[in-house]
């Protein structure tokens, strides 16, 4: 431990070298950050598909970042949306497990705690896939100010408004 401690340039050792080996917080700390950028990501992929539906129409995806149907090909399928809203299950899962893994451990190294590597790879892998998409998606989106600026006209955006000023008067 003297010679590791110096090697890495610490004062000294750890107090406990047992607590040192069997410490994950430092996992759960990562791990826990990826799940939330992941439903973060999650959230603005699900606000993105409802701006594209017919509905509202509020945004145009470009073809290289939609895919056609099968039965019908004049529809437009945001799949890469799709894909973005679903791995934030993935990324939450890998933290739950983590968490599972260490509520039924002693203060002491186990076997168990060697899962967190391949918990930690994957859920940065699927992180940083769903960035890159993320970016993509960003890139070939275009708004469409016209029907922004006429649902913005339609008189709605102030119901929440009038309905505090009914309430109070």
């Known amino acids: 431990r003297n010679y590791t401690t110096k090697k ?5 050792p750890t107090n406990n070298s047992i607590d040192t080996v069997s410490d994950r917080d430092f ?10 950028c992941s439903i973060h990501i999650s959230r603005i992929a699900e606000e993105l598909i ?6 509202f129409k509020l945004i145009n995806l470009s073809d290289k970042v939609v895919t056609g149907s099968s039965i019908m090909p004049q529809k437009k399928n945001p799949d890469l949306l799709e894909y973005l809203r679903g ?3 993935y990324t939450n899962g890998n933290l739950l497990s983590m968490l599972t893994i260490l509520k039924g451990l002693p203060l002491s190294y186990f076997k168990d ?12 892998d699927i992180l940083v896939d769903c960035l890159k998409i993320f970016v993509e998606i960003l890139k070939n989106l275009s708004p469409n100010k016209k ?7 339609s008189g709605y955006i102030t119901a929440t408004d009038l309905a505090d000023y009914l309430v109070k008067n």
């Open 8 to 12: 890495l340039g610490f004062k000294k």
């Open 27 to 36: 996992v759960l700390d990562f791990l826990y950050a990826v799940s939330v």
């Open 50 to 55: 409802i701006w594209n539906s017919d509905g």
């Open 87 to 89: 791995k934030s299950g």
């Open 113 to 124: 705690l060697q899962d967190d590597k391949e918990i930690v790879f994957k859920s940065n």
């Open 147 to 153: 029907q922004m600026l006429e649902l913005a006209s």
